[in-house]
């Protein structure tokens, strides 16, 4: 059963420290942990590697981290709406590693379900395929990829009973599921914490077994990343 916090500076304490390899859960601006990484930016830990499909963006979610200098390396798969990002790459001071956004998702559902690594022809022919090994089946080259693991997952639900069983809402699942399985120590901020019995058992995506700290999140802003709007007709 996953502890229950108050908030996501309670979440974190004794918990997150320097050269931590941290997975974010989100997409774009989608389904973000913001209460938790406000609280690791607060707490100024510092060195870390840090696994999400994107970095944010210059003011908010992980761009929070980079503009405070605390990630040295990014595990990404698109990083195209972060000015700052593509500075501090450009500079040297951030180190990243992309990944084609399937093999991304791949590697660490690969981590969660204990497979060591997966061949895929995905990158074939290309930079991602450099320096790894290769494998004909059928004919076909295929690259191996190893699964990705990290010391701490921080992941965004919509509701969870107190028994830390998660559901999520639309979209905003994207990689949180598969993050609760390939950490050591998960934390997950929800909009809403309801009884246990409350949820409907089928619509279940995470159950409590994954998670380990549990807490309601506040102020949530859920910004849009590219707001387009057409006229009315």
Same mark, same amino acid.
């Given at each position: 059963?996953?502890?229950?916090?108050?908030?996501?500076?309670?979440?974190?304490?004794?918990?997150?420290?320097?050269?931590?390899?941290?997975?974010?859960?989100?997409?774009?601006?989608?389904?973000?942990? /913001?209460?938790?990484?406000?609280?690791?930016?607060?707490?100024?830990?510092?060195?870390?590697?840090?696994?999400?499909?994107?970095?944010?963006?210059?003011?908010?979610?992980?761009?929070?981290?980079? /503009?405070?200098?605390?990630?040295?390396?990014?595990?990404?798969?698109?990083?195209?709406?972060?000015?700052?990002?593509?500075?501090?790459?450009?500079?040297?001071?951030?180190?990243? /590693?992309?990944?084609?956004?399937?093999?991304?998702?791949?590697?660490?559902?690969?981590?969660?379900?204990?497979?060591?690594?997966?061949?895929?022809?995905?990158?074939?022919?290309?930079?991602?395929?450099?320096?790894?090994?290769?494998?004909?089946?059928?004919?076909?080259?295929?690259?191996?990829?190893?699964?990705?693991?990290?010391?701490?997952?921080?992941?965004?639900?919509?509701?969870?009973?107190?028994?830390?069983?998660?559901?999520?809402?639309?979209?905003?699942?994207?990689?949180?599921?598969?993050?609760?399985?390939?950490?050591?120590?998960?934390?997950?901020?929800?909009?809403?914490?309801?009884?246990?019995?409350?949820?409907?058992?089928?619509?279940?995506?995470?159950?409590?077994?994954?998670?380990?700290?549990?807490?309601?999140?506040?102020?949530?802003?859920?910004?849009?990343?590219?707001?387009?709007?057409?006229?009315?007709?």
């Amino acid at each position: 059963m996953a502890i229950m916090c108050k908030d996501a500076q309670e979440a974190i304490s004794g918990v997150i420290k320097d050269d931590m390899v941290i997975m974010a859960g989100g997409f774009g601006l989608c389904g973000i942990p /913001e209460n938790l990484i406000a609280a690791i930016k607060a707490s100024g830990a510092k060195n870390l590697t840090v696994i999400s499909n994107n970095c944010g963006v210059d003011d908010f979610g992980l761009g929070l981290l980079l /503009e405070t200098r605390q990630i040295k390396k990014m595990i990404s798969s698109y990083v195209g709406e972060n000015k700052l990002f593509e500075k501090l790459f450009l500079d040297g001071s951030l180190e990243v /590693e992309l990944n084609p956004q399937g093999t991304l998702a791949e590697r660490i559902r690969a981590a969660g379900a204990g497979i060591p690594g997966f061949y895929t022809k995905t990158g074939v022919g290309t930079v991602v395929a450099d320096g790894k090994e290769t494998k004909k089946f059928d004919g076909e080259t295929y690259i191996l990829e190893k699964a990705l693991k990290a010391d701490l997952a921080i992941i965004k639900g919509w509701k969870a009973d107190k028994s830390g069983n998660v559901i999520y809402n639309k979209t905003a699942r994207n990689f949180n599921p598969l993050m609760a399985t390939a950490a050591d120590l998960v934390l997950c901020e929800v909009e809403e914490i309801v009884e246990i019995g409350t949820l409907d058992p089928n619509s279940i995506v995470t159950p409590g077994i994954f998670i380990d700290k549990l807490f309601q999140g506040v102020n949530y802003e859920k910004r849009i990343e590219q707001r387009a709007v057409r006229e009315r007709v």
